[in-house]
């Protein structure tokens, strides 16, 4: 699974060294514009997402996408899951993401 920034990343160093397809064109302009951190800044937050023991790779990489800066943009990450995060769980996510803003 990749970060935007990863995305980003890769179809940069593609571009350099061929052309783009069309849709390749458009994955780099939509990470371009909502990719929030380097590549090498994202891996390193999930990295430090990943040892909180609740999230998993995937949740991981949707929050270094999405950057969350509020308790409420956790909660809607974690809607579609079954375990309903605890306060003190959002708020270790919160403290990690703020190192990286």
Same mark, same amino acid.
């Given at each position: *699974?990749?970060? !935007? &920034?990863?995305?980003?990343?890769? !179809?940069?160093? %593609? @571009?350099? +060294?061929?052309?783009?397809?069309?849709? @390749?064109?458009? +994955? !780099?302009?939509?990470? @371009?514009?909502?990719?929030?951190?380097?590549?090498? =800044? &994202? %891996?390193?937050?999930? %990295?430090?997402?990943?040892?909180?023991?609740?999230?998993?790779?995937? #949740?991981?990489?949707?929050?270094?996408?999405? *950057?969350?800066?509020?308790?409420?943009?956790?909660?809607?990450?974690?809607?579609?899951? %079954? &375990? #309903?995060?605890? =306060?003190?769980?959002?708020?270790?996510?919160?403290?990690?993401?703020?190192?990286?803003?």
């Amino acid at each position: *699974m990749a970060t !935007l &920034a990863e995305v980003k990343e890769v !179809l940069l160093k %593609r @571009q350099e +060294a061929q052309e783009l397809t069309a849709e @390749q064109k458009l +994955a !780099l302009e939509h990470s @371009q514009k909502f990719s929030r951190l380097e590549a090498k =800044k &994202a %891996r390193k937050l999930i %990295r430090e997402l990943g040892e909180l023991e609740f999230l998993t790779q995937q #949740n991981a990489v949707k929050i270094a996408d999405i *950057m969350p800066t509020h308790a409420d943009d956790v909660r809607v990450i974690f809607a579609k899951e %079954r &375990a #309903n995060l605890e =306060k003190k769980d959002v708020e270790k996510i919160l403290s990690v993401v703020e190192k990286y803003l």
